[in-house]
């Protein structure tokens, strides 16, 4: 079994940055790809980031390019969010996501297994 925990999220103000963590333990052997979604009230979850098992690729929903970047640092089995010029609208509960089928980056839910608790952001007009 894999456990996700997230760190970080909170209250920021239009233009404003926030950085979400998420960190892997448990069955953390082997390469896995990693992602992360979003889900605003009333609406489903959607697909924000993506990054390959080494790092070597990302993608990014529509809404969020140029905003915000994906990374990880595998020696520390964690992913990274890093959210710039946030907007109202990007007020959503953020989850991680990871699985262990690397030979594409997963952008949607269902290519993902296992899940992190999720943490709130709120961006303030």
């Known amino acids: 079994q894999v456990q996700l925990v997230q760190s970080g999220g909170g209250l920021v103000q239009a233009g404003g940055s926030l950085r979400l963590s998420c960190a892997a333990s448990g069955r953390t052997f082997g390469s896995y790809r990693m992602g992360w979604f979003r889900q605003a009230p009333g609406k489903e979850r959607v697909f924000v980031a993506a990054i390959s098992w080494n790092g070597g690729s990302t993608y990014y929903a529509d809404s969020v390019k140029g905003r915000f970047t994906i990374s990880r640092d595998n020696a520390k089995n964690t992913v990274y969010l890093q959210m710039n010029s946030l907007k109202p609208e990007d007020t959503a509960v953020y989850y991680c996501?990871?699985?262990?089928?690397?030979?594409?980056?997963?952008?949607?839910?269902?290519?993902?297994?296992?899940w992190g608790q999720g943490t709130q952001v709120t961006v303030s007009s």
């Open positions: 996501a990871l699985d262990f089928r690397t030979w594409t980056i997963g952008k949607t839910k269902s290519e993902y297994d296992y």
